[in-house]
């Protein structure tokens, strides 16, 4: 058995692709910890797994209003934290550890831990090609303005774990790039979608964005005149109370999503990885609203759109230009079948196998696996 730690940061749909990460660690015997922002405290609880907060690191919160250039910066900030680094190193040094798994995202920590020698992998949660380019546009150049190489920092470790899916990627990766795969497929079921009068699931991102609420309104009122039943969740960034609610509509702070998927005929999403993905493990089209256009999401929606299993608008589209593109997938247009097809893929797909593969790589050796039913 290995002792390993894992090491994030509250950002959003950042920590999902974690737990998976350390459920199939699990499977292989592995003891695992995590080091981690305060709001994932509950969600690592719950999944049985012992975490600790850091004690150095500047405060973290996913949920703070502000504009675009505001939430840059503070995500900046948080990325290029030495006193996040000081505390994964810290942490791993406190319990002998045999594998430090750090979010790609904390590129000090990724740096710093590399630098003493320790055996780390980044956990890459949305496409490499992404991350490839980001670090060398306007995020790289405010990460060197703290100190930081974020190119440098993304290819500095031996493994790095890839837990998008590999149709959306673009161009190839490079040497010790291993993906796993969408981690949200192990669960997902091919959904059986209620023909009669089809549901329709919205999600938004559970990070605060600027014009998140008001796209959450257009979104209903575009849904409300058709013949659809509407679940939509708000996360923590959007007031339910602050909504106008249609009669075919049902709006809740959050729900386990997996429930919807299995009978759902659409997804109207913003262009987050991991709503994106799970919804496709699902083989369920999704419709993409981008909403914060410094992250992966334009991404996302550019990919959703190449791959023919959904349909991509801005974030500020009008109700009835969503009203159109809502129909023309929920009609017989060929998103349903591309997105079909695309589960089936993703559900196949053996994330352990291609973990054991990378770990091996790094001199962990694998154990019998034994995935629970």
Known sequence: MSEVLIATLDAGGNLPPALALARLLGERGDHVRFLSSPAQHDAIHRAGHPVRTYSSAAPVDSRRTGGLPAIA???????ADRGAAADVIAEASRVPTDLVVIDCLMVAAVRDAVATGLPVVSLVHTMWSFFEATVRGPFGLLLRARGVDAGAALHAPAVKLVTAMPEFERGTAGDGVHRLGALEARDARAAVPVEERPVVLVSLSTTYLPGQAGAMQRILDALAPLPVDVVATTGPAIDPGSLRVPANARVERSLPHDEVLRR????????????TARALAHGVPVLVLPMNPLIDQPWIAQAVERTGVGRRLPGRASAARIRAAAEAILGDGPERASARALGERMRSNDPGAALDRALEAMGVPATPRSRPE
């Open 73 to 79: 910066w503070r995500q900046v900030a948080a990325f």
């Open 264 to 275: 759902a005929s659409l997804v109207v999403g913003h262009g987050g990885h991991g709503t």
